[in-house]
């Protein structure tokens, strides 16, 4: 079967094609979002896709923190990135050379004399939300890219918790991190984004989200 053979859902006016891979596509509807659909037969163990992360970043409960916001392994309270002081593996100086973290919030922090809190996960949910917003002016491309995935803004506004997280997350990137160029529209839909598409990788030393 070919993509042009499908009907897009004539009870949906959101539908719309997009090409996802060889064998399957994306469709849109206006109260589930995206969605992939088979447009061939598909085998037993065949891998359709595989793809790198477009961010990587540390997350866990409170009560597994704090985590290297590089590799995401667990760490000693004592264990700190020798410019901004968040916590980054001490062992290795690889951790704290990455780029994931020396070119993203580490300068950021820097800058702005940004220490860690308490190390709850909303610190660490900030950190993953500066870490997407940047990639705006450090890689356009990844930016359009995460963009286009579906932010469920609506929905996340009728909740109490995640009004306590945006105030939280808002504070942290404007005022505390001096980013203003961000106005409160896009660091929401990022956040959102985050909440709706990362998955975890959950390791025995280590947990960290993938979007």
Known sequence: MDIKDIDPNPEDPCSEYEAWSECGIVLHNSVYGKYVVASRRIEEGELIIEE?????????????????????????FSERCSKCRWPICSNSSACERDPVHSDA?????????????????????????????????????????????????????????VKTEMEF?????????????????????????????TFWEIGRASCRERV
Do not use: M
């Not at 970043?57 to 916001?69: E, N």
């Open 105 to 161: 919030e580490c300068p950021i922090f820097v800058a702005n004399g940004v220490r860690p809190g308490k190390l709850s996960t909303l610190e660490y949910t900030a950190v993953e939300v500066i870490r997407c917003l940047i990639l705006r002016s450090h890689n356009p491309d990844k930016w359009n890219r995460l963009t286009r995935f579906e932010p469920h803004a609506e929905s996340r506004k009728l909740s109490e918790e």
């Open 52 to 76: 790198l992360p477009l961010s990587v970043s540390p997350y866990a409960t409170s009560d597994r923190l704090p985590l290297c916001l590089t590799c995401g392994r667990d760490l000693a």
């Open 169 to 197: 997350i808002v504070e942290f990137v404007r005022e505390k991190c001096e980013l203003k160029q961000y106005e409160f529209d896009i660091i929401e839909k990022i956040a959102g984004i985050i909440a709706v598409n």
